[in-house]
């Protein structure tokens, strides 16, 4: 897909819901602030952005939305657009806090120890109940799988594009 700098991805569309066009949504982060935007972008088949005006939603369950944007009016538009991401404006974020970053901004940062030796690259992040799992695909295709705990990741420098850690013993050897 063509990345937008300027464009972060906060959500999931999961499915259609009813006839009418509304759209089953995953928000990444609290459903509070999705609730409070008025217009999302959404990738179209030729990798342009499409924007679309909210019309409604409202809290389903917790880390479930119900959504109805403008132009999507029957259950067929709706499945069209199931599985893709919702996109807002970055400028639209807050900032996160100094211990936060957004998870678009963790993807492709080099992991490495604090000796400085290379593990591999950030490739996509697992949201738990009790913390974040950032999927790294090291130099042999592996995947290692490395908690986002305060005791692991000890520095996230976007700049230097570049995450280090303090692996507990054993931590790379069984995820490799």
């Known amino acids: 897909m ?3 700098a300027d464009l972060i991805s906060i959500a999931r569309i999961s499915s259609p819901h009813g006839i ?14 999705f609730l409070s935007y008025s217009r999302f972008f959404i990738p179209t ?13 409202r809290l389903k369950k ?4 119900i959504l109805v944007l403008a132009g999507v009016d029957d259950r067929n538009r709706a499945e069209e657009l199931a599985g893709s991401e ?10 996160p806090d100094d211990d936060e970053d957004y998870w678009q901004d963790l993807i492709g940062l080099r992991v490495v120890t604090q000796d400085g030796s290379a593990v591999g690259v950030i490739k996509n992040i697992l949201e738990t109940a009790g913390h974040d799992i950032y999927v790294v695909r ?13 005791d692991i990741v000890r520095d996230v420098n976007l700049e230097k594009g ?6 507990p013993d054993g931590l790379l050897d069984v995820n490799a």
């Open 45 to 57: 088949e030729n990798r342009e952005f499409q924007e679309y005006r909210v019309v409604s939603s």
């Open 86 to 95: 919702i996109y807002i404006k970055r400028d639209m974020l807050p900032e």
């Open 2 to 4: 063509h990345e937008n």
């Open 62 to 65: 917790p880390g479930s939305i």
């Open 162 to 167: 570049v995450c280090v850690i303090e692996p």
């Open 20 to 33: 009418k066009g509304a759209l089953n949504v995953r928000p990444y982060g609290s459903d509070h602030s």
């Open 138 to 150: 090291s130099e042999n295709g592996k995947e290692i799988l490395i908690p986002a705990v305060k």
